[in-house]
């Protein structure tokens, strides 16, 4: 990437229907927006098209209401093939980095790259940012709980009353003038992704939760706990069961007569196994431990 920099924000708007082709449910991309910005984080040029649906011609009414959309501007509308192509000519920079609020959106286009084009890779996309994930890093908003577009425009005192929400165009647009207030060139570039294997593996990993606790990726030293008052090695007094996604098992230490709940649960991501550790004393327990230290007073 050179330093006169293009940035490409892309949204996309799409009706969920079953195909037999694909043996399930598929989303259908039926409305493409762009917002171009140069360098200077000025909107240089936009980009919108609406996509003549086939696999279903008829929309959701979650998709109806949500964006406004009708039937008949649909018929209109070009394939998505032509769409793409002309996406494509219209970025025309190789070296642009490509945005969307959140990976969802490149995953749905993935998704119809695949079923129109049979092809692994989304043709014009090198460099891409998930621009909510570097929205919600600017603002110290932690990444546990994903927030809304129209909620960080808030935030930001950014006026989008002008925009219409759930339009491809209007929300490419409305994530431009988000773009521009929180960017920071050596924090951004942090968050640009080159667009290669290591990418889509990433991109296309599902973490999941083991549930097996012979299992490959767990480390059995995870299971064992030391009291938190006495540094002494618990001794487990219960079979370790797995409930709620998590591994549940018993303790006790016979330093100070304390019993345990103790919690593991295990995800496995695309960089390998995570696990958290928790280690509660029970409620009885806590209550004496409690009363012991206002005898104490």
Excluded at 176 to 200: C, M, P, T, W
Aim: hydrophobic share 35%.
């Amino acid at each position: 990437m050179g330093d006169c920099m293009t940035y490409i924000i892309l949204d996309l708007e799409w009706n969920g229907a079953y195909s037999k082709r694909a043996h399930g449910y598929f989303n259908e991309i039926i409305e493409i927006g762009a917002v171009k910005m140069d360098e200077s984080l000025t909107q240089k040029d936009t980009f919108h098209a609406v996509i003549r649906p086939v696999v279903s011609r008829k929309l959701s009414s979650i998709v109806k209401n949500l964006t406004g959309i009708e039937a008949s501007e649909l018929e209109e509308g070009r394939s998505f093939p032509q769409a793409l192509s002309q996406l494509r000519k219209w970025i025309s920079d190789p070296e642009a980095v490509v945005m969307t609020w959140s990976t969802t959106d490149i995953l749905v286009l993935l998704e119809n790259c695949r079923y129109f084009l049979k092809e692994d890779r989304i043709p014009f996309i090198n460099y891409y940012v998930d621009l909510q994930a570097y929205c919600q890093s600017v603002m110290d908003m932690g990444s546990s709980q994903q927030i809304g577009l129209g909620k960080v425009g808030e935030i930001l005192g950014i006026n989008g009353e002008e925009l219409a929400m759930h339009r491809a165009l209007d929300d490419s647009i409305m994530s431009g003038k988000v773009f521009a207030h929180i960017f920071e060139q050596n924090s951004f570039r942090l968050h640009v992704k080159k667009a290669d294997d290591d990418f889509y593996g990433r991109l296309l990993f599902k973490t999941s939760i083991i549930s097996d606790i012979n299992d490959d990726h767990v480390n059995k030293s995870d299971f064992r706990f030391r009291c938190d008052a006495c540094n002494r090695r618990l001794r487990r007094t219960s079979k370790w069961v797995f409930r709620s996604r998590t591994f549940c098992a018993e303790f006790f230490c016979r330093g100070c007569n304390r019993k345990y709940s103790a919690r593991v649960q295990i995800k496995l991501k695309y960089d390998g196994a995570q696990t958290n550790r928790k280690l509660i004393v029970q409620p009885e327990e806590q209550d004496k431990a409690q009363d012991n230290e206002k005898t104490a007073e």
